[in-house]
Antibody
Framework: QITLKESGPTLVKPTQNLTLTCTFSGFSLSTSRVIVGWIRQPPGKALEWLALIYWDDDKRYNPSLKSRLTITKDTSINQVVLTMTNMDPVDTATYFC???????????WGQGTLVTVSS | NFMLTQPHSVSESPGKTVTISCTRSSGSIASNYVQWYQQRPGSAPTTVIYEGNQRPSGVPDRFSGSIDSSSNSASLTISGLKTEDEADYYCQSYDSANLCVFGGGTKLTVL
């Protein structure tokens, strides 16, 4: 059974950096074709894809946020870390991580973690 | 990059059929698989359709997906609507550089 769980601060101040960790079980991110993605959802708004990391350490970023995002993995402890710099109140959202494989949907997703950006 | 445009909301009565569209702004809708996710309030999304028309195990066959190249759109059709189908639905696809795109979501009301 695959599970993922997001962790990190619930409140960050404007201009601070955000570091979120996705801890997963039931699969290995060193296995061919495996992907972990980050997606966020502002309150009452739509899903927005942020970043992907592949089993071979290839990475993809949302072009509109690319300059602010870094995604890394530590396969030895089954974690993926997303860093977002220079946080702003508009970045207030629930942040999800999710498992996928090449050509398959994001499934399953973590429960999500709400991050509020406020002074 | 391209956009996926969905209607903001749709509503229909129990037992009826509803179709939600997802129109790709540029490039062919058929060039990359389209996924559909259901999201109930307070929960993470779950897949209801993948690869355009495939249902994961556990998803009832009332859910179906299709592609229409003439309108460059994908569609999610839910037949025999139940109140439990009331949720937000999102389409999702990739571009040729493996950049992911989500549609803006459609709120389905079953009344």
């Amino acid at each position: 059974q695959i599970t993922l769980k997001e962790s990190g601060p619930t409140l960050v101040k404007p201009t601070q950096n955000l570091t979120l960790t996705c801890t997963f079980s039931g699969f290995s991110l060193s296995t061919s074709r495996v992907i972990v993605g980050w997606i966020r959802q502002p309150p009452g708004k739509a899903l927005e894809w942020l970043a992907l990391i592949y089993w071979d350490d290839d990475k993809r970023y949302n072009p509109s946020l690319k300059s602010r995002l870094t995604i890394t993995k530590d396969t030895s402890i089954n974690q993926v870390v997303l860093t977002m710099t220079n946080m702003d109140p508009v970045d207030t959202a629930t942040y999800f991580c999710a498992h996928a494989m090449i050509g398959t949907p994001f499934d399953p997703w973590g429960q999500g973690t709400l991050v509020t950006v406020s002074s | 990059n391209f956009m996926l445009t969905q209607p903001h909301s749709v509503s229909e009565s129990p037992g009826k059929t509803v179709t939600i569209s997802c129109t790709r702004s540029s490039g062919s809708i058929a060039s990359n698989y389209v996924q559909w996710y259901q999201q109930r309030p307070g929960s993470a999304p779950t897949t209801v359709i993948y690869e355009g028309n495939q249902r994961p195990s556990g998803v009832p066959d009332r859910f179906s997906g299709s592609i229409d190249s003439s309108s460059n759109s994908a569609s999610l059709t839910i037949s025999g609507l139940k109140t439990e189908d009331e949720a937000d639905y999102y389409c999702q696809s990739y571009d040729s550089a493996n950049l992911c795109v989500f549609g803006g979501g459609t709120k389905l009301t079953v009344l």
